[in-house]
């Protein structure tokens, strides 16, 4: 199974930004469709963005605009790049590795947590 380990959450004020990464194990990296989820507390986990082996993206609309998601192959590293951030951006950001041949189940990782607040 692909492991999937993310960094760079933490404590920022509202209108800041933040950048998170998410490392995957394994020599198929490039194939797979690698995303963001986030959970707050109380709420359901929610799809943020994905990103395809072909690069294309996908976004929650409530985060259009201000997220940006980005692949390093190379690295077998997936980016979310967060600007302007809102308060109710709070929430721990989990990475995804959609289910693919080699994969079956997907993957997550163990979760990141973005904290908003003045």
């Known amino acids: 199974q692909v492991q999937l380990v993310e960094s760079g959450g933490g404590l920022v004020q509202p209108g800041g930004s933040l950048r998170l990464s998410c490392v995957a194990s394994?020599?198929?990296?490039?194939?797979?469709?690698m995303g963001w989820y986030r959970q707050a507390p109380g709420k359901q986990r929610e799809l943020v963005t994905t990103?395809?082996?072909?690069?294309?993206?996908n976004f929650a609309d409530s985060v259009k605009g201000r997220f940006t998601i980005s692949r390093d192959n190379a690295k077998n590293t997936v980016h979310l790049q967060m600007n302007s951030l809102k308060p109710e951006d709070t929430a721990v950001y989990y990475c995804?590795?959609?289910?693919?041949?080699?994969?079956?189940?997907?993957?997550w990782g163990q979760g990141t947590q973005v904290t908003v607040s003045s």
């Open positions: 995804h590795a959609a289910p693919h041949y080699s994969n079956p189940y997907g993957s």
């Open positions: 394994g020599s198929m990296f490039s194939l797979y469709t």
């Open positions: 990103i395809t082996s072909g690069r294309d993206t």
